[in-house]
């Protein structure tokens, strides 16, 4: 696939969000550079093609219950920093941080959701195209980095502290004894996000690639690429993944409902017993950069931190505990910054999207994308338990949105 227009408007236009979609998560990196609001003008481009898509759509075409959930969900967290702001609470962040990310969670969210739920067709193979186009973009990336690194390296180590140290990219080195790696993040603003598009364009190579010496290809190299970013929950996530994707295969419903049910929750269960898996870290300690354990000690210790600091009430209505914002610690756990931030609606609306979403793949568990569903559902439930991947809105289309996409075409057709 490729990024080629067509005669289709619609297409061509979800082509170019897709693409400015993708584009967003280097923006930091371009605004380095550029010295230009690159973010504000991507996310104010988006929603304007989006209102122009839905604009199109027909009068009659209905809204399902998984779009309004999804939408209510998107808002729910952004609400504490509009109440902050209603309120005139102070909050250290920049005016033009908040509106950013009021319009990422408030109005493109909402939009893409709304256009996924009418656009199937149009919207899986636009975005495939453009995913792909991002893979090899991240390979140059990798290939132009190894070759700076190689014949440079004070060019190399020079260009990654300035990018560093900028805020242009986040946590690009990962201590190991006395020295530290330099972690990979390809075209992203962080090996995190590189980690995580490469754990999502895994599954996608499995499932659509039918070639199978390009998928080999392919699937190696993003092993490599996932291997330089050192992210442990990208590699502990595409284990646990891998494994429940090999026992969908065994096509027996019972066992894939209790399987699924096991996935699905034991991370949740493993963030409420986090005390109890702590202790069992503080014994080794290893300098390896893969199996270091002082950051992840360090991890749960936030995470008391952040429960013990915070009122209980705060569970009802919410509180502004963003990353970054009014000086909090950031809480790696998504679990812990749904239910802090985003109250008893963000949960409510969490878990009954869930719910339904497990309902949806099962009762359509003959097309093969409602397997593909059920894996991303995992891999995102995963990814919440070491990482604050639910604070990206972006990454909830990712994981959630577009897999809801394509088992709803394949039904269609």
């Not at 809204?63 to 939408?71: A, D, G, R």
């Not at 998107?74 to 950013?100: E, F, G, K, N």
């Not at 009122?311 to 000086?327: C, E, T």
């Not at 998504?334 to 999207?353: A, D, K, R």
Request: hydrophobic share 55%.
């Amino acid at each position: 696939m490729h990024l080629a227009y067509s005669k289709n408007r619609s297409s061509n236009l979800l082509l170019v969000i897709f693409f400015l979609l993708f584009t967003f998560q280097s923006a930091d990196i371009i605004e380095y550079f550029t010295n230009l609001p690159i973010k504000i003008s991507l996310v104010a481009l988006m929603i304007v093609l989006c209102a122009l898509l839905i604009a199109k759509r027909k009068r009659n075409t209905g809204v399902s219950s998984f779009t309004v959930l999804s939408i209510v969900f998107s808002i729910s967290l952004s609400m504490p920093l509009l109440l902050a702001i209603a309120t005139d609470t102070p909050v250290h962040i920049t005016s033009y941080q908040s509106i950013i990310y009021i319009f990422l969670t408030c109005a493109l969210v909402p939009a893409l959701i709304v256009i996924t739920e009418n656009k199937t067709h149009e919207v899986n193979t636009s975005f495939l195209r453009v995913a792909k186009f991002i893979f090899y973009s991240n390979v140059m990336v990798f290939i132009i980095f190894l070759a700076l690194f190689l014949v440079n390296r004070t060019m190399f180590d020079q260009v990654i502290y300035a990018l560093f140290m900028s805020g242009s990219l986040i946590n690009p080195y990962q201590s190991s004894g006395d020295s530290s790696l330099v972690r990979f993040s390809g075209v992203f603003n962080s090996a995190f996000m590189a980690a995580t598009f490469f754990v999502w364009f895994i599954f996608i190579t499995l499932y659509f690639d039918n070639k199978k010496f390009s998928r080999h290809i392919i699937l190696l190299t993003l092993t490599i690429l996932l291997l330089f970013t050192i992210n442990r929950n990208a590699f502990l996530c595409l284990s646990v993944t891998l494994l429940y994707h090999a026992l969908l295969k065994i096509p027996f419903f019972i066992f894939r409902l209790y399987a699924t049910s096991i996935f699905i929750f034991l991370p949740v269960i493993l963030t409420i017993f986090f005390n109890i898996i702590q202790s069992s870290f503080t014994a080794a300690s290893s300098q390896n950069p893969f199996f270091k354990s002082s950051t992840l000690i360090s991890r749960f210790d936030a995470w008391k931190q952040f429960t013990g600091d915070t009122d209980i009430s705060v569970i009802l209505h919410g509180a502004l505990n963003f990353p970054g914002f009014n000086g909090m610690y950031y809480v790696d756990n998504g679990y812990l910054y749904l239910v802090m931030t985003s109250g008893i609606l963000g949960v409510t609306t969490f878990s009954i999207l869930v719910f339904k979403l497990l309902a949806f793949y099962f009762k359509n568990v003959h097309s093969k994308f409602s397997l593909l569903g059920l894996t991303f559902l995992v891999a995102y439930a995963w990814m919440m338990l070491l990482n604050n991947i639910i604070s990206d809105p972006l990454l909830f289309i990712l994981f959630i949105v577009i897999p809801y996409s394509f088992t709803k075409m394949d039904l269609r057709t």
